[in-house]
């Protein structure tokens, strides 16, 4: 009776009171659980009354102990008495855009003002798209399992391993003038370092018309650099080889980064590499039933995350897909 008295009294509307009552009352070494052990002192004849009285008490707890926890949850809901509408309300925050699509934006509208046209394709490629249309033999090194990710073998599915895939399903549909650029996520097996992940991003263009020169390629990646980088970067052009191009050349600019005093990004040479480009091998346009007696065209592709990491001076390329806050909130404001 005394601890029933004692019960009706307890009040408390937070957890730490229900939680206070139920150690108490209801824990293992609580009230309820000393009477039981008292039990076995009580004569025989009285043990039917006390083991009523007992299951009533401890029924009892129990409904009080359910009442205060209900009571804590419910003085924890906001009603017209706690609201104190006078306090400044919360922020919203905003999020920030991405570096890659920021500059995947930049990119896609300098070549629109050259007439480039958007074009996108699936990242999950057959071999036909990806490689043998692009003049790319059976036994080239890219193929192998060691660069590309295959989702499947005979017939093969792969995850690409760059956008010219893109430029192969446009060249199947159109017929000449083509001029398009395919920006995508690509992917390739390599080993995720400051340099290297095993996807980034790119921007591949394609101009296929009569009269295309290699000079129209020189100008169109000129002036692409000078408007993204700005007209002081220096420019140089290496031949280099490419499957599905020939001749090939590859773009390099100085080091934005340390500007020849020697950093990781340009490893110490002053000079980056940016793209690879090239006229259209003849077999790539036969490929697609476009006579390369009438046609010619030039090509290129680009990593968005170099283009990034030159313009904002991105020293890790890691930090593009680790979603830190830090790191994407210094994009707020860029557009
Ligand atoms: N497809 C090449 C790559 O991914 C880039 C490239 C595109 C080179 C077009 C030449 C012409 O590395």
């Not at 009477?35 to 008490?57: H, T, Y």
């Not at 059976?138 to 295959?150: G, K, L, S, V, W």
């Not at 996807?199 to 002036?223: M, R, W």
Request: proline residues 5%; charged residues 25%.
């Amino acid at each position: 009776e005394q601890h029933k008295k004692e019960i009706e009294a307890f009040t408390g509307e937070n957890s730490e009171a229900a939680e206070a009552f139920r150690i108490k009352y209801l824990g293992t070494k609580g009230i309820v659980k000393n009477i039981m052990q008292e039990m076995k002192n009580v004569p025989n004849d009285k043990k039917k009354e006390a083991g009523q009285l007992l299951n009533s008490f401890k029924q009892f707890a129990e409904a009080k102990y359910e009442t205060l926890k209900q009571l804590s949850v419910v003085s924890h809901q906001p009603s017209a008495k706690n609201i104190d509408y006078t306090l400044p309300g919360d922020d919203i925050t905003i999020g920030t855009r991405h570096p890659l699509s920021i500059v995947r934006s930049q990119i896609i509208s300098i070549f629109s003002r050259l007439g480039f046209i958007l074009a996108e394709g699936p990242e999950i490629e057959d071999d036909w798209h990806n490689f043998t249309s692009m003049n790319m033999p059976e036994n080239h090194p890219a193929r192998d399992m060691q660069d590309t990710f295959y989702v499947q073998k005979n017939p093969d599915w792969l995850l690409r391993t760059h956008t010219s895939s893109v430029q192969a399903r446009v060249m199947e549909k159109q017929k000449p003038p083509i001029r398009i650029i395919c920006p995508g996520r690509v992917y390739r097996n390599e080993t995720i370092s400051a340099r290297a992940h095993c996807f980034f991003h790119q921007v591949e263009g394609l101009y296929v018309a009569e009269n295309v020169s290699f000079a129209d390629l020189k100008q169109t990646l000129y002036f692409f650099v000078r408007e993204m980088f700005g007209k002081d970067v220096k420019i140089r052009f290496r031949p280099s080889y490419f499957p599905f191009t020939e001749p090939s050349a590859e773009m390099d600019i100085d080091c934005l980064i340390c500007h020849g005093k020697g950093c990781n990004v340009c490893k110490h040479t002053g000079w980056v590499e940016i793209l690879g480009s090239g006229m259209v091998h003849p077999n790539t346009l036969k490929n697609f039933d476009i006579d390369p007696e009438i046609y010619t065209g030039f090509a290129f592709g680009m990593g968005i995350e170099r283009i990034c990491q030159l313009k904002y001076r991105v020293n890790d390329l890691r930090l593009y897909s680790q979603d830190d806050v830090r790191f994407l909130k210094q994009f707020a404001g860029v557009v």
